[in-house]
């Protein structure tokens, strides 16, 4: 019997045998299971990969572009603001110490200006095909950059000089937003690479050819200089001339790179030596068209001419954002004029039928319908209303060309200065009123 049990006990154990390897399966089919999760996973992983590959390869060119000109028109749109009340204040009664504060506020918006024009450019990766050709006051120019220069190295604590040739011409022709945004680029790295001693700005006329004036603008500095192989990397697109000394005194490394471009899609170039007693020199030559004052002020483009009384006008003001509303105003306000405001190019020309305007500004960045087809619109209107002067504004340059075509009688690129706003107003008024 004891024999026969363990027989039977021999044939239960095998019999139990089966569901261990019942188990065994189980759990190989649960790490299949565990498996195939990963791999669907894993494919999941790859399939966004590719979407967003593909998302990227299909955004070209021409939507990279319009996005940065959107960017672009975006940014200069509050720095309208911040230049301009900093132009009124300096207008105003202050004492050094509060000068000194406008100053600075007034140096660092026209550095993001300059450093939004950069930017776009860069990414854009040309410069000559966005070149202008504008009309503008080149001494006037070189002031206002020797204006940002001594206001810089105050609020630093540094020394300045400004040199600027008397026998510089006045009314040229060139792109004076990139020729600005390439000096403030130079006048920021002198400043921001000099801890003690000072920073100079020197601007010489230059023997020019096929009938153009050559002129240099030579931006000095006694800071920390630079090697022969760090001169080497100083134009690379995105490449500081010396890593460490960059994560000390920061920037993208890109400016350099864009005003070497910048340079030489406007006839000139751009050269750094080392300056005796310490420090660097960076030279940058441009070639620019002489102009007679009255073909420029026949030529639709804004030219700094001395400022004369004008007539008070009624300005109609096509913008939307509220913060340009308010800049617009207070410039306007501040020159005699008064404004009204609307949002939408759609109600422009009803409003222009009803009112008794003198003048329309117009922003090219609506809601709705656009500042191009707007003014296509107006001039579609009857006389008188249809020869109402018309003055374009826009963070983009490229539209300028659209805007003169659809029928602009000028136009201003933000930041947008008292000035040359109200140098506008006079031309284009001058101009609607001979062509009635």
């Known amino acids: 019997m004891a024999a026969k049990s363990r027989s039977q006990r021999t044939t239960r154990s095998a019999k139990r045998r089966p569901p261990k390897k019942r188990a065994s399966g189980l759990a190989a089919r649960k790490a299949g299971k565990r498996v195939a999760k990963t791999r669907v996973a894993k494919t999941r992983v790859i399939k966004t990969r590719v979407v967003k590959t593909r998302v990227v390869q299909t955004a070209g060119p021409g939507m990279v572009e319009a996005a940065l000109a959107a960017f672009a028109h975006e940014v200069r749109t509050p720095l309208t603001g911040i230049l301009a009340i900093s132009d009124l ?23 993001l200006a ?39 190295a105050a609020a630093k604590g540094l020394q300045s000089r400004v040199d600027i ?10 792109d004076p937003v990139r020729l600005r945004a390439a000096l403030e680029n130079l006048i920021d790295n002198a400043v921001k690479f000099t801890e003690q001693g000072g920073v100079a700005l020197e601007v010489v006329p230059m023997r020019g050819v096929k009938g153009k004036a050559g002129v240099a603008f030579s931006v000095s500095d006694s800071g920390i200089g630079l090697t022969l192989s760090e001169i080497k990397r100083l134009f690379r697109p995105f490449s500081q001339a010396n890593v460490t000394i960059a994560s000390r005194f920061g920037g993208a490394g890109l400016g350099l790179s864009s005003v070497k471009q910048i340079a030489r899609a406007m006839g000139g170039d ?28 026949g030529a639709g483009a804004t030219v700094v001419v001395p400022a004369s009384p004008a007539q008070a006008l009624r300005i109609l003001g096509v913008e939307d954002n509220p913060f340009g509303r308010v800049v617009l105003n207070t410039i306007l306000t501040e020159l005699g004029h ?27 960045v609506l809601p709705g319908i656009d500042g191009i087809e707007t003014i296509r619109r107006i001039r579609r209107l009857g006389p008188p209303f249809g020869q109402i ?28 200065s008292p000035r040359s706003l109200a140098t506008a107003l006079l031309e284009a008024t001058r101009r609607a009123a001979a062509a009635t």
């Open 89 to 111: 204040l300096a207008t105003s009664d202050l004492d050094e110490r509060e000068r000194r504060w406008v100053d600075t506020i007034k140096a660092g918006a026209e550095h």
């Open 114 to 152: 300059g450093l939004a024009t950069l930017f776009v450019d860069a990414a854009r990766g040309r410069v000559v095909a966005g070149v202008r050709q504008d009309f503008f006051d080149l001494r006037a120019l070189a002031r206002s950059a020797g204006d940002s220069l001594a206001g810089r």
């Open 165 to 174: 040739s008397e026998k510089l011409p006045a009314l040229v022709v060139g």
């Open 270 to 297: 751009i050269i750094v030596a080392p300056r005796r007693g310490g420090g660097t020199t960076f030279t940058l030559t441009v070639s620019v068209a002489r102009a007679r004052a009255s073909k420029a002020a």
């Open 338 to 364: 008064s404004a009204e405001f609307i949002g939408r190019g759609e109600a422009a020309t009803e409003r222009i039928a009803q009112g008794d305007f003198d003048a329309v500004l117009m922003d090219m």
């Open 389 to 416: 002067s018309i003055i374009g504004v826009s963070g983009r340059g490229d539209d300028e060309a659209a805007a003169h075509q659809a029928g602009a009688d000028a136009f201003l690129v933000k930041p947008v």
